[in-house]
């Protein structure tokens, strides 16, 4: 993130930098916190582990990037 010129390094901080091109974002389960301000940014977003361990974590996250395996559509709750 420094490279492009933010000082803060968070999910929210990559959603506002890219959010003119980005439509959606996973976030890992620990920034769970910051689920809000990623949202406030106006760019999507869901929880997933994204940490890659081995073929089945790849395989996994794949899936689930992929629409493979969460639903389509999520919505915000209020």
């Known amino acids: 993130m ?19 091109f980005l439509d959606q974002i996973v976030i890992h389960t620990t920034d769970l916190p910051h689920l809000d301000a990623v949202r406030d940014s106006g ?23 992929t629409n493979e395996d969460r639903p389509l559509t999520r919505k915000r709750v209020q």
């Open 2 to 20: 420094q490279a492009t010129g933010s000082d803060e390094v968070s999910a929210r901080a990559v959603a506002e930098r890219y959010r003119d």
């Open 43 to 65: 760019v999507g977003v869901w929880v997933e582990n994204i940490l890659i361990n081995s073929v089945d974590d790849a395989t996994r996250l794949a899936r689930r990037v």
